[in-house]
């Protein structure tokens, strides 16, 4: 049938035309593009305010079947693109998929948050699964398998693991939501035995992150949600040295990669923090403020959740004095920390709409 033939013949010759190649906004600011929009993802932006999570995790039963079942998690981490249409997707998991890898116990507690078994002494760390750490996690790759296909081409997939400093705080502390005392006590007990601690989920951190990206994440963020508490005097010790550590292995396996470092509440820290572990581009919390970050690295935040939470007008004010103070510089849009669970999704929608209407100069 002569129709048919014309068509088939129309479309090897498209196929065999160099495709048009299509950029993705929010990896060209990590690279540090200025660009007349700012791309924008939010922490946390899959997860408990969004009623399609709620039907899914009530669904799996618990958070790690769903962090373990690379279809649910992926389909989790679509979630907020096809309501928001987000310029990233991030890689729904969690930073405790790390030491529960290594084999130590690890439990979501319902309204009480993740509790692990402590690990008695530093040295325990030693003698943690290692040969089964990546068989373990080997549904996380997959997830980032299947959202490399299902992503549009213009989206950019983040992969993430916790810094080793905020690991820490979890193997030795076993639970969250405080200060995290037991750690901190340990640190300062014994310096050089915490030094070879971090030192060891550095290793390991960089092994899970340099593996996400050869399975396809665009770019990966560090979180060190607890930086804040590390004392001013240390801060070179826990948080710069062992992200060092694992941003130079990360460089040698990919070294086109942006890496985001996110060190919450690191205060005058946040300068030395960027230039001496190399990072691409630096999160910031709402207390930082982005005029007197360093100029040249990307940025990213800086909207406290709350104003995000409360919406309306107090919400539109707090997104546009950030997008004003990024002026002429790198930048992504996001939250200074993660979406709160009670935020109504339509705040989120008129927060990426007001965000993707605002023409920056360029
Ligand atoms: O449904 C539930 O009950 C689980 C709630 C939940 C969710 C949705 C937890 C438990 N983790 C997550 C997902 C998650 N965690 C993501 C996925 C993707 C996304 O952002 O959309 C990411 C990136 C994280 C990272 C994470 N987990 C951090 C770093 C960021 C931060 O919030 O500071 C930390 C500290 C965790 C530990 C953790 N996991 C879950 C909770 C409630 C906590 C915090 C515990 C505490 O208060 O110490």
Same mark, same amino acid.
């Given at each position: 049938m002569?129709y048919?033939e014309t068509?088939?013949?129309?479309?090897?010759?498209?196929?065999?035309?160099t495709p048009?190649v299509?950029?993705?906004?929010?990896?060209?600011?990590l690279?540090?593009?200025?660009a007349?929009?700012?791309p924008i993802?939010l922490?946390?932006q899959?997860?408990?305010?969004l009623?399609?999570?709620?039907?899914?995790?009530?669904?799996?039963?618990s958070?790690?079947?769903?962090?373990?079942n690379?279809?649910?998690?992926?389909?989790i981490?679509?979630?907020?693109?096809?309501?928001?249409d987000?310029?990233?997707a991030?890689?729904f998991?969690d930073?405790?998929?790390i030491?529960?890898?290594?084999?130590?116990g690890?439990?979501?507690?319902?309204?009480?948050?993740?509790?692990?078994?402590?690990?008695?002494?530093?040295?325990?760390?030693?003698?943690l699964?290692?040969?089964?750490?990546?068989?373990?996690?080997?549904?996380?790759?997959?997830?980032? /398998?299947i959202? =490399?296909?299902?992503? #549009?081409?213009?989206?950019?997939?983040i992969g993430? &693991?916790?810094?080793?400093?905020?690991? !820490?705080?979890?193997?030795l502390?076993?639970?969250?939501g405080g200060?995290f005392d037991?750690?901190?006590?340990?640190a300062?007990?014994?310096?050089?035995?915490?030094?070879?601690?971090l030192?060891?989920?550095?290793?390991v951190?960089?092994?899970?992150?340099?593996?996400?990206?050869?399975n396809?994440?665009?770019?990966v963020?560090?979180?060190?949600?607890?930086?804040?508490?590390?004392?001013?005097?240390?801060?070179?010790s826990h948080i710069?040295?062992?992200?060092?550590?694992?941003i130079?292995?990360?460089?040698?396996?990919a070294?086109d990669?942006?890496?985001?470092?996110?060190?919450? /509440?690191?205060g =005058?820290?946040y300068? #030395?923090?960027?230039?001496?572990t190399?990072?691409? &581009?630096?999160?910031?919390?709402?207390? !930082?403020?982005?005029?007197?970050?360093?100029?040249?690295i990307?940025?990213?935040?800086?909207?406290?959740?709350?104003?995000?939470?409360?919406?309306g007008d107090?919400m539109r004010r707090?997104?546009?004095?950030i997008?004003?103070a990024?002026?002429?510089?790198?930048f992504?849009?996001?939250?200074?920390?993660?979406?709160?669970?009670?935020?109504?999704?339509?705040h989120?929608?008129?927060?990426?709409?007001?965000?993707?209407?605002?023409?920056r100069?360029?």
């Amino acid at each position: 049938m002569p129709y048919k033939e014309t068509m088939q013949t129309k479309v090897a010759h498209s196929q065999t035309m160099t495709p048009a190649v299509i950029e993705k906004p929010m990896l060209e600011a990590l690279k540090g593009r200025v660009a007349p929009r700012a791309p924008i993802w939010l922490m946390r932006q899959a997860g408990r305010y969004l009623p399609e999570y709620c039907a899914l995790r009530a669904e799996a039963g618990s958070f790690l079947n769903l962090c373990y079942n690379p279809s649910m998690a992926a389909e989790i981490t679509l979630q907020p693109l096809r309501r928001y249409d987000f310029d990233a997707a991030i890689l729904f998991s969690d930073i405790l998929v790390i030491p529960h890898a290594l084999g130590q116990g690890l439990a979501f507690v319902e309204g009480e948050g993740p509790q692990l078994p402590p690990l008695e002494k530093l040295s325990d760390i030693e003698n943690l699964d290692m040969a089964g750490f990546e068989q373990k996690l080997a549904p996380v790759y997959e997830t980032i /398998q299947i959202l =490399k296909r299902e992503l #549009a081409a213009d989206k950019t997939l983040i992969g993430f &693991a916790g810094a080793p400093w905020t690991i !820490a705080c979890y193997m030795l502390h076993g639970r969250g939501g405080g200060t995290f005392d037991r750690t901190r006590q340990m640190a300062a007990a014994d310096p050089a035995g915490f030094q070879t601690f971090l030192m060891h989920i550095a290793d390991v951190t960089a092994r899970y992150l340099v593996s996400q990206i050869k399975n396809g994440a665009d770019t990966v963020q560090l979180f060190d949600s607890w930086a804040g508490l590390v004392p001013d005097s240390d801060f070179e010790s826990h948080i710069i040295a062992p992200t060092k550590h694992i941003i130079d292995k990360i460089r040698a396996a990919a070294p086109d990669v942006p890496i985001i470092g996110f060190p919450r /509440q690191a205060g =005058k820290h946040y300068a #030395a923090y960027a230039h001496e572990t190399g990072i691409s &581009a630096l999160g910031l919390d709402p207390q !930082a403020d982005i005029q007197s970050m360093p100029k040249n690295i990307c940025l990213q935040g800086n909207l406290d959740p709350e104003k995000l939470l409360a919406g309306g007008d107090t919400m539109r004010r707090a997104a546009l004095d950030i997008l004003q103070a990024a002026e002429g510089r790198p930048f992504v849009f996001n939250l200074g920390h993660g979406v709160i669970k009670e935020t109504p999704p339509e705040h989120v929608a008129e927060l990426a709409a007001l965000v993707r209407s605002y023409t920056r100069t360029v």
